[in-house]
């Protein structure tokens, strides 16, 4: 037994487990003694184990030994689809924001808005206050700047055509010209910054979030007040974990997209 077990535990449960962990990359093939070994069980057990895992579906063997079969995907596939998106990517902002120490956002178009659809909050002095729902116009926050750089002219067009529904007044309005400019910056780098152009003392740093097919679908940055963070710091310090951030649910997003969905059997007669 496990010293850290307690009555309810189940052993074997643990060691099936921990057999399919194993499984690294870089092995796809193993024999019996090596995932013995890699499990830190006896030959008898890990045996008994690699055929009840084979006999579900889970594991294959052939000459060159076992290997896992897709089917383990489903272990996985599971826990996504039983969540929505915004439950998966509250993990990676509260990892983003214990490593940056500032408020980060998830955010999505809407007209020529933004509005928040997930957040992490650093208990912080703010001049404009930020829950799930929240919007603000898109052009004068990092978040819109990346959203809008996503689309193509017309959609453009079409979205800077509608009026604002957040109720602010932001400080900055840049002409056309200077915001297309803005855009083409944006699509250049990658990513987009933002300094107390919506309301005094807000500054941010936003990256995309795509799905599986390369296509902008919602955007994430951190917040910071201007008072305490430079842009600087913004850019050396927090942009490179708010890269990786965005390429973590990006990768969650395309796996919800292609979760496994349920079917219903046709209805006899």
């Not at 000459?63 to 089917?71: C, D, I, K």
């Not at 490179?240 to 649910?249: E, K, N, Q, V, W």
Request: aromatic fraction near 4%; include cysteine; hydrophobic fraction near 40%.
């Amino acid at each position: 037994m496990r010293r850290d077990a307690g009555p309810d535990f189940i052993e074997a449960l643990a060691r099936g487990l921990d057999v399919l962990r194993c499984f690294q990359p870089g092995r796809r093939y193993m024999t019996l003694s090596e995932v013995a070994a890699e499990a830190q069980l006896a030959r008898p057990t890990a045996r008994r184990i690699l055929i009840t895992l084979q006999t579900l579906g889970y594991v294959r063997s052939d000459e060159a030994g076992f290997s896992l079969t897709p089917r383990v995907l489903e272990l996985g596939m599971t826990y996504i689809g039983s969540q929505n998106i915004w439950e998966l990517a509250e993990p990676h902002l509260r990892t983003l924001v214990d490593r940056t120490r500032e408020s980060c956002s998830l955010a999505q178009l809407d007209g020529s808005d933004i509005v928040y659809v997930s957040r992490v909050a650093m208990p912080k002095l703010v001049t404009l206050s930020v829950t799930v729902g929240t919007r603000f116009p898109a052009v004068q926050t990092s978040l819109g700047k990346v959203l809008l750089a996503a689309l193509d002219g017309p959609a453009l067009d079409r979205v800077l055509a509608q009026p604002s529904r957040s109720g602010i007044t932001p400080r900055h309005h840049p002409q056309r010209d200077e915001l297309d400019e803005m855009l083409r910056d944006v699509r250049a780098k990658g990513w987009a910054v933002t300094d107390e152009e919506l309301a005094l003392g807000i500054r941010s740093i936003a990256a995309p979030i795509r799905n599986g097919q390369g296509r902008t679908v919602a955007a994430v940055n951190v917040n910071a007040h201007a008072a305490e963070t430079s842009v600087d710091r913004l850019v050396e310090h927090h942009l490179p974990l708010l890269l990786r951030t965005a390429g973590d649910i990006s990768a969650d997003w395309a796996a919800w997209e292609n979760r496994p969905l349920a079917t219903l059997a046709p209805r006899a007669g």
